[in-house]
């Protein structure tokens, strides 16, 4: 059964950084597509950042310049460093993960940042 754990959330004043990581585990394959994405109260579930396995990258525009997506394929794990946050990007961040693009899409239980004006 494929488990993605995130870590790395939490709370921070506007300006701060975090780092996010998730570890996925139990698939027979590898997962070509990692990302996250981000949901805050009474709002739809954003794309962040991906990333595919050969290292190629897609921000959201709202985080480019800021955010940084990375991935250790021998882990099968994902980073996202998260600098100059802003209050409104206060949201639960999800961990997703693909086999392949265009696939069934596999979700980590989301971890919580919290960013204070």
């Known amino acids: 059964q494929v488990q993605l754990v995130e870590s790395g959330g939490g709370s921070v004043q506007a300006g701060g950084s975090l780092r996010l990581s998730c570890a996925a585990s139990g698939s027979t394959f590898s997962f070509n597509v990692m990302g996250w994405y981000r949901q805050a109260p009474g709002k739809q579930r954003e794309l962040v950042a991906t990333?595919?396995?050969?290292?190629?990258?897609n921000y959201a525009d709202s985080v480019k310049g800021r955010f940084t997506i990375s991935r250790d394929n021998a882990e099968n794990t994902v980073y996202l460093q998260m600098n100059s946050l802003k209050p409104g990007e206060t949201a639960v961040y999800y961990c997703n993960a693909r086999i392949v693009v265009g696939g069934r899409h596999y979700w980590g239980q989301g971890t919580q940042v919290t960013v204070s004006s």
């Open positions: 990333i595919i396995s050969g290292g190629s990258t």
